[in-house]
């Protein structure tokens, strides 16, 4: 399994970013997909996923109303749609998937929020 992400970029304040990350390979519903993000000298920060089969979703507090999650499963593709985006959200984001408990994981793409 290999994962692509793009989307990444510097965008303002406020402003709005969508993230794609598309997944090939030999893949199973029931597959986990989702986002991660990291900045300097912090871990990882689950952001939230998306469950093949039913579509249930999470997302973490800190971005829920912010950040939406989607899919395409007939494209193996998780989409990151990042709205009002502010200076703290800046890191390194990345996609995974897990799959029966191996995850896999995007090379990681750089997200900066600055006016």
């Known amino acids: 399994v290999q994962l692509q992400a793009s989307g990444g970029g510097l965008v303002q304040p406020g402003g709005s970013l969508r993230l794609s990350c598309a997944a090939s390979?030999?893949?199973?519903?029931?597959?986990?997909m989702g986002w991660y993000r990291q900045t300097p000298g912090n871990q990882r920060e689950l952001l939230g996923y998306?469950?093949?089969?039913?579509?249930?979703?999470g997302v973490t507090t800190s971005v829920e109303g912010r950040f939406t999650i989607s899919r395409d499963n007939a494209e193996n593709t998780v989409y990151l749609q990042m709205d009002s985006l502010k200076p703290e959200d800046t890191a390194v984001y990345y996609c995974?998937?897990?799959?029966?408990?191996?995850?896999?994981w995007g090379q990681g793409t750089l997200v900066t929020v600055s006016s």
């Open positions: 390979g030999m893949i199973f519903s029931g597959d986990v």
């Open positions: 995974y998937l897990d799959q029966r408990g191996i995850q896999y």
């Open positions: 998306r469950l093949s089969s039913s579509g249930s979703l």
